[in-house]
Nanobody
Framework: QVHLVESGGGLVQAGGSLRLSCAGSGLTFSHYAMAWFRQAPGKERELIITVSRSGTTAYYSDSVKGRFIVARDNAKNTVWLQMNSLQPEDAAVYYC????????????????WGQGTQVTVSS
């Protein structure tokens, strides 16, 4: 059974940083593209980052480009999201997701999801 478990969320002041982790189990991690999504109250789930299976290619949405950094270690079955210069509009539940072989733009086409971790940013 596949599990993705996010951790590292919390409360941070505007301008601060957080580092999220997503640990996978029950899957051949290196076979899966990974992504980070976020969902704020009353809004649709937003794709913010994808990273290729090898970790060499990443996509960043305009909303996070230049502030967030993704990395993965397939030997540790883990993907991280370093979030810098956080702003109140970054507050959301952050989810990691896995998809076999390639990233997907369509949120409904990701194979596995974590339970999410809450990020709150105070102004």
């Amino acid at each position: 059974q596949v599990h993705l478990v996010e951790s590292g969320g919390g409360l941070v002041q505007a301008g601060g940083s957080l580092r999220l982790s997503c640990a996978g189990s029950g899957l051949t991690f290196s076979h899966y593209a990974m992504a980070w999504f976020r969902q704020a109250p009353g809004k649709e789930r937003e794709l913010i980052i994808t990273v290729s299976r090898s970790g060499t290619t990443a996509y960043y949405s305009d909303s996070v480009k230049g502030r967030f950094i993704v990395a993965r270690d397939n030997a540790k079955n883990t993907v991280w999201l370093q979030m810098n210069s956080l702003q109140p509009e970054d507050a959301a539940v952050y989810y990691c997701a896995a998809n076999l072989w390639t990233p997907q733009v369509d949120v409904t086409r990701w194979d596995y999801w974590g339970q999410g971790t809450q990020v709150t940013v105070s102004s």
